[in-house]
């Protein structure tokens, strides 16, 4: 099998591990447009949402905010059971997920 297209774009060098992969991990791209930033994640597909908001949060916006304050999205649509796993919200393998403020903020 073939990698992913995702693992082709412009990301950090390093993608960050959430969990414990095993062999059926899958490669996602978590992008935040806040910081114009984005990171590959390796994780196995039944991991919970919230644990990798935490870790994308912790990653791409370490400011100190609360993980209550981000939302996470695919394919434009809002995950609102952050308890649900990957493979329960429809990611696979190269699936881009967007991580965004709760509320639009200002421009300074």
Same mark, same amino acid.
């Given at each position: 099998?073939?990698?992913? *297209?995702?693992? /082709?774009? $412009?990301? &950090?060098? !390093?993608?960050? =591990?959430?969990?414990?992969? %095993?062999?059926?991990?899958? =490669?996602? &791209?978590?992008?935040?447009?806040?910081?114009?930033? =984005?990171?590959?994640?390796?994780?196995?597909?039944?991991?919970?949402?919230?644990?990798?908001?935490?870790?994308?949060? !912790?990653?791409?916006?370490?400011? #100190? +905010?609360?993980?209550?304050?981000?939302?996470?999205?695919?394919? %434009? *649509? +809002?995950?609102?059971?952050?308890?649900?796993?990957?493979? /329960?919200? #429809?990611?696979?393998? #190269?699936?881009?997920?967007?991580?965004?403020? $709760?509320?639009? &903020?200002?421009? $300074?």
């Amino acid at each position: 099998m073939s990698a992913p *297209f995702v693992t /082709q774009l $412009r990301s &950090r060098a !390093e993608p960050v =591990t959430v969990g414990m992969p %095993g062999a059926e991990a899958i =490669t996602v &791209r978590v992008e935040m447009p806040e910081v114009w930033d =984005t990171i590959k994640m390796v994780s196995s597909p039944n991991e919970p949402i919230v644990s990798l908001k935490v870790a994308a949060i !912790e990653a791409l916006f370490p400011v #100190g +905010e609360f993980h209550d304050d981000f939302v996470l999205k695919l394919r %434009g *649509f +809002e995950v609102l059971d952050e308890n649900a796993t990957l493979s /329960q919200i #429809g990611a696979v393998d #190269g699936s881009i997920l967007l991580l965004t403020h $709760r509320r639009r &903020r200002p421009v $300074r």
